[in-house]
């Protein structure tokens, strides 16, 4: 028995819409506050209001289902846009404002937007605004505007209605276009429907417990998944966000302190940070239940440090802009001997395997391509058909990130796909011999590549910061290195640097380093 | 911009499917308990090899898409036949064992079922049988069989393969056919897509914050949505339910005790029962975090004694066939001031509003049909388009309800649609004066209906039981009723009976009372 083909009433019934959950958590809890924004606070209502004040602000200046971007950094108004862009069934393209002038218009020109929201900062930006003039890009600022063509956006807001836009919008239609950060080459755009995203929140609130008293950290931009999900979870749960700009030790416990943070969502590096600072010591974090690291291994020694001083569960929390997140979580204090690479369980959302070049599904033991499946997955990429097919073969969505499941069923992170160097034949995952550079007490940080070498094919080389007044030489980092990993596994160069380039969600981009050395063997 | 049309591999990938959810819980916990059934216990990972074997058994015998019903109480086995069902792509067909072999014989054949999984018990009754027979499906029992032509579930998925079945499943698929207990003429098949469960389950894990420690309660049947979509959700949180064939208050402490229920689920009469009983006061009730009553009002005594005695959070739940539940909860106690047929606000899931009968949005005051909208509602009457439309008209799910929204945003349901009686041209809620009955210290239970008179259109009648050694007369009560409501609202006849008509989870049948006493004033 087949079901019948639907007819448009229930299109119209059985909607699933990003722009309505910030309608619905206004009708069920209007007077709660949803946003933080230094000073200022917005309830529910106040969100809902905003939201559907732009959508129809859109639907009055654009047509049907155009592609909206934002360049914009945390705050009230951006979220507002978020909302009401999918109020207006219009396609969002978040732009990270961290990118340059040259990578900002290709994902502009490749999405066809039309219409940007755009922070005041960035439109003052000489290089910016051209390139919204080149491509004949209609623009609203965050902030006064240029008294021109650019108005605010509490001018175009202004007087518009405040209901929710009656459009026709459904759970196949295209929500969002999010660009990755790209290896090589440019950055593709991630295509999700409103089901896909909708899904992930919904999963969310459950895998975190979400309530209405709960205050979610805003310190990730909202441009990137990471944030977008939590943040649009915990305001479908009737919680808050209180929103930050930049992250210092002191900003982040100020607003735990002071806007009762309930989930801190952060990297392991703020997490090192605040617990440093020697304010912490009489920082008040009672209000913390859950403290979520993403994006990297947190050291044990750390993970032990949050639970102690903050009293908080700890757990790592996974994803990718091409699989919503959150797709895994570690709860690492339930396996305290379990190495920090461990990614843990699948949400109840999604499935996850691990799966060899052939399209085997591989054991318990057996490491291999982390896989998944399930609602949360991207349609594809915009425009790359080849890319998109690459992503989906044998009918699951490959992630590009080595792990292997133990006999436990916790998944463990071997390496990136193109972070595994091959080097004299054998395979080195860089994150192994990170491991062992980081254990050495005077390295701060660590990153690992495959570097072309006439010999090996690849040389494995460690571009390492020291911590301050440490005196370990290159030489003491190899023969360290040699006494931890197999003669094949151990750096042929240490390169000792003053920073790391990291992408603005503080992973480290190993393509430049890879760029940066890539004759440093003279190939 | 519109979304390319997703290719196969996306359907693949993207699949939403209920089988999963129980093959997904035991990858991340198998080794917990998933069923309680009597003495026996089912992990999650033994419940996903049980319906992963009747799936590939169902594989084997039928083609696609088959429509299987159930006709079967609460067992482990039946829970194993739901996943099964799903995990081989087929169709859910459950069936009320309480109806008569008529209303059985009209739903099994409406539905094209061409296979059913049938309690040892029914089997046995010739009328069944004949039923089974006469419409040639392929019967399999929950129990040894015939030894002829009906199998034993244990026999037919013994040597099956244990591996989740690779079929082609996505979320728009027809999951199952529910049948309402109908008002007038046949029962109607409320279709539901695997996308309209799961979007329920995850909304029900998150409303509930259930988590891998709860155990919910089994009482009411696993054929009605309640039960269903309670018992899928707790398992999709990696919890466990405590099944139970037949309540009795003996019963229900037992189980709440030995089995430590989190999550007690069940009728306002269940709670009433259990806390009369002597063995009450002795009952160990620390495990019960949350007391869930549906499908009648409770009494603020009750509602009261429950806070107090359990220690527990009290909440109405609602939804209907047709709008999976749960729909709309009602948090008794954070609204001591409120009437107890509150419905509440919405989940994060589904929007309700009111509308007139020209499909106007009304304000909050303003008294019309309660509707929905999202992806919970059905997809249709299953070969019913005109049905189908009437629920779906202006776009909106059309429950047969009628409410009013407070002004603080909380909604009050009002009486069915149908239970609207229409004396001398004005409009009463039958549960208006129900409710004035029930205050009455000598009636137990009442339900009023509208009977046909040739003067007033209809008349209202009051059904009454009443408690045991009470004295009062049907001119007392009516009387009574005079007292406390507007004359053309008082009871014109009261009828004092020994029992009312239920359905299957405790719902007065209304439509039996008309029937029976349709020619009391000789009309």
């Known amino acids: 028995m087949k079901l019948p083909t639907p007819g448009p009433e229930l299109r119209r019934i059985g909607r699933i819409a990003l722009g309505d959950i910030i309608h619905r958590s206004a009708e069920r809890c209007g007077d709660r506050v949803a946003v933080i924004d230094g000073e200022r606070t917005l309830t529910h209502r106040d969100l809902d209001a905003l939201s559907s004040r732009f959508a129809h602000h859109l639907l009055s200046v654009l047509p049907p289902r155009t592609t909206v971007a934002t360049l914009t950094t945390n705050s009230a108004e951006m979220l507002a846009c978020l909302f009401g862009i999918s109020k207006a069934a219009m396609v969002w393209v978040p732009v990270n404002v961290q990118l340059t002038a040259s990578s900002i218009e290709y994902i502009l020109e490749h999405a066809e937007v039309e219409y940007a929201v755009v922070d005041q900062e960035l439109l003052e930006r000489q290089d910016i605004a051209s390139v919204l003039d080149r491509l004949g890009i209609t623009a609203v600022a965050i ?82 998944c990471a944030q977008h999900t939590m943040t649009t979870s915990v305001l479908a749960a009737g919680g808050a966000v209180a929103l930050a700009r930049g992250f210092t030790a002191d900003a982040g416990l100020d607003l735990i302190e002071r806007r009762r943070v309930t989930i801190f969502g ?42 102690r001083t903050m009293d908080a569960d700890v757990w790592l929390v996974t994803g990718q802009t091409e699989a919503y997140p959150i797709t895994m979580t570690f709860r690492a204090l339930e396996h305290p001997h379990l190495d920090a690479n461990y990614w843990g369980i699948s949400t109840a959302l999604c499935e996850t395997k691990i799966m060899d070049s052939e399209g085997r599904l591989l054991g318990p033991g057996q490491p291999g391509e982390i896989v998944h499946r399930g609602p949360n997955v991207m349609a594809g990429y915009l425009k790359d058909p080849e890319a998109t097919a690459a992503a989906q073969r ?17 998944l463990l992170f071997l390496d990136r796909t193109k972070d595994m160097i091959k080097s004299g034949g054998e395979n080195v995952p860089s994150i192994k011999v990170e491991s062992v550079l980081l254990a050495h007490p005077d390295v701060a940080n660590a990153a690992v590549i495959g570097v072309p070498h006439t010999h090996w094919g690849e040389a494995i080389v460690g571009v390492v910061i020291l911590r301050d007044q440490a005196r370990a030489t290159a030489a003491d980092l190899i023969e360290h290195a040699k006494a931890h990993l197999g003669r094949f596994e151990s750096p042929k160069e240490i390169v000792i640097v003053e920073d790391l380039p990291v992408t603005a969600t503080g992973k480290t981009q190993k393509m430049d380093l890879r760029r940066a050395y890539q004759d440093l063997f003279g190939a």
């Open 394 to 410: 044998f009918g699951w969505h490959h992630t590009g990130d080595l792990g292997v499941i133990d006999d436990s069923g916790q």
């Open 143 to 224: 902030g006064p505007g240029d008294g021109k063509r650019v108005a605010a956006f509490a001018e175009v807001t202004a007087g518009q209605s405040e209901d929710l836009p009656d459009v026709d919008v459904c759970g196949d239609d295209l929500a969002l276009v999010m660009y990755t950060s790209g290896t090589t080459g440019h950055p593709k755009g991630a295509m999700h429907t409103h089901l896909s995203v909708y899904s992930t929140v919904t999963a969310n609130m459950a895998t975190h417990l979400m309530r209405e008293s709960d205050v979610l950290s805003g310190f990730l931009p909202l441009f990137h």
């Open 266 to 307: 952060g990297l392991p590096m703020m997490f090192a940070a605040m617990l440093r600072h020697e304010r912490s010591r009489s920082t008040d974090f009672s209000s913390v239940r859950l403290a979520l690291y993403a994006m990297a291994a947190m050291p044990r020694p750390l993970i032990e440090q949050i639970a």
